[in-house]
Each structure stands twice: as C-alpha cells, then as structure tokens.
C-alpha cells in the first residue's frame, strides 16, 4: 500500500521560514516526479514546486520561486520544501505528490499524500 505523510506545518510569522517532509512508502520512490501543491480555503489547488526522479532538477511557480526549495533524499524515500520569506498568501494545506512527468514538472499525479496546515500570520 502506499502511503505519502506529509508534515512539517504550523504556524509562523510572516518573514519566518518552516519545512516541510513527506516520507514515501510501498513505492519505488526513486522512480517517482516529485511535487509539492497547496490549498488555500476558497481556492482551486495549485502546483508549487517539483523535483525530478534524480532530484537533478526543479521548478517552481512564478509565486515561491527564490524563497521555497525542494529536495529529495531517495535514500529515505522523502522530500522536502524548505520555505523562507514566507508570506500570510502563503497560508494554505500543503500537499507532496507522486507521479509522472517531464523533469520537474508533474503532469500527473499518482498518489497524494493527507496534507499539512501551514498558516502565515501577518
């Protein structure tokens, strides 16, 4: 069975910085696009950084790019988004994704992990 836990959430002050986990289980990780999408109350979900299999490259919405990093460690089976600078339009549930796709970037998502809470405050 797989399963993607995603945790690292809460809240901060804006200008702070929390990172987020998602261990990967009952999959070959490795062979897996990783991403991270948010959730914000109201509002379609959204893509916000991927990582290739490799973890060679990454790309990032227009949105988070120069303050956010992802990451991965196919020895754990996890990923990881560092985020910095954050801002209260951040505030939103944050969830990893396997699946497919063209280097970084996930076209299709397989599996989704259950989603953290990360809330900016201003």
């Known amino acids: 069975q797989v399963q993607l836990v995603d945790f690292g959430g809460g809240l901060v002050q804006a200008g702070g910085s929390l990172r987020l986990s998602c261990a990967a289980s009952?999959?070959?990780?490795?062979?897996?696009?990783m991403g991270w999408f948010r959730q914000a109350p109201g509002k379609e979900r959204e893509f916000v950084a991927g990582?290739?299999?490799?973890?060679?490259?990454?790309y990032y919405a227009d949105s988070v790019k120069g303050r956010f990093t992802i990451s991965r460690d196919n020895a754990k089976n996890t990923v990881y988004l560092q985020m910095n600078s954050l801002k209260p339009e951040d505030t939103a549930v944050y969830y990893c994704?396997?699946?497919?796709?063209?280097?970084?970037?996930?076209?299709?998502?397989?599996?989704w992990g259950q989603g953290t809470q990360v809330t900016v405050s201003s």
């Open positions: 994704a396997a699946g497919v796709g063209v280097q970084a970037l996930v076209t299709t998502v397989a599996y």
């Open positions: 009952g999959l070959t990780f490795s062979r897996y696009v």
């Open positions: 990582i290739s299999w490799s973890g060679g490259s990454t």
